[in-house]
Structures are given as structure tokens and as C-alpha cells.
């Protein structure tokens, strides 16, 4: 996992980037939790699901927000994160041009930041949401929501309580032409400490079934 620097919007964002040996291989973008409650790229929940796609044959990305490690640039309250967030988009871009899929994860606050992604860029295929945070932050911009994807929560959960995500879940799912996953990990906390593997089952659990017999082919090659 070489390190690369990306040219943000303020200045350079530090990541962490996989380039698959596959031809035209997906790509797949991972954002961390809020940089100003410790969230970094190398967060154990981001780490995951980042390896969870590596294994299945993607080129992924993950990086800093803006004022994380050795990115530059202070905390924008999410707005100047999204930019970072296209800008990092951008730059995978630039890479695998012909990629034939793309994915958005992210964890807590990167979650919320990577569902805003989704709705500006319309070639995002599908997400992965960990932790959304339903009861801080306003969803209601997924109006409609653009692609279908995969929440994931901890029914313990002591930061972002399990009802709220159940809510924006069911409100999402009224929609038509998308559906959206819901699964709830027991016992497990915001963090899903001593829960990694059992969470990382539900991402797999999901991917399995949603991507494409090709994608699923190289995750077992």
C-alpha cells in the first residue's frame, strides 16, 4: 500500500492507495471518521472495509481529511471534507480511467460525507455506510437517493443509536429503483471493538450478492 500525496483543495492530503493488477479493475474511495475525534485513515473500521475490496480486486483509495496526519489545511465542518473527498475521487480517477465500476465507503462521519459524494457524482455504483451518523448530522439531501447500498450498525452503539439509522433505512427504502441493505451487528459498539470480523462478514455478506459475477470471481481468485 504505497503512500501517494494528493493535491487538495488546500494544499496536499496524504493517502494510502492499492492499484489493482486487473484490467480496468473498479475503484473504490474510503473516508474516515471526524478529524477532530481521532478519525484517521488508519481507523480499524476504514482499514477494513478498505482490505474487504482490496481482496476483491479493486484499486482503493484511502486518505486524510484536510488537518489529519500530514494532510494540510484545518477541519471545514464537512464542507471543505467533501471537496477533499472529490478532489481524492478525482485523483483515482485520473489512474483508472476506464474502470468499470465505482464504490464510495465510509465510517460515521465518513459516511455522511461519502453519501454526499454519491449525490453529486453520478458514476458512484453503489456504498458502503458504517455508523451513519442519522442523529447528528441531516440526511434528508438523499432526495432521491441515487444508488443502493449497505448500512451497518452496532446495536450497542453509544454515539449513533441503532433506531436512528433504522429510521433514515426505512425512509430510503420508500424510494423506487434503489434498495437498501440494513444490517445490525450484536452486541457491537460505535467502534465495533472486539466486532471487526463480525462486521466485516456483513460487508461481505453484501458484496457477495451485489457485485458482479466477475468482481465476486476475483475476490476468490
Sequence with gaps: ???????????????RYHHSQEVNAPIALFLHPHPQH??????KVVYTIYQNFVRRGFSCLRFNFRGVGRSQG??????GELSDAAT???????FN????GCWIGGFSFGAWIGMQLLMRRPEIDGFISIAPPANMYDFSFLAPCPASGLMVTGSEDEIVPADSVTKLVEKLRQQRGIAIDHETVPK?????TGQLEE????VTAYLDNALSPDENQSAAS
Design 199 to 202: 462486521m466485516d462478514a456483513a
Design 1 to 15: 500500500m504505497p503512500e501517494v500525496i494528493i493535491n487538495g483543495p488546500e494544499g496536499r492530503l496524504e493517502g
Design 188 to 192: 457491537a459498539n460505535h467502534f465495533f
Design 38 to 43: 481521532g478519525g484517521t485513515m488508519n481507523n
Design 74 to 79: 484545518t477541519f471545514a465542518r464537512g464542507e
Design 97 to 100: 480511467q476506464n474502470s468499470r
Design 88 to 94: 481524492a475521487l478525482d485523483w483515482m480517477q485520473s
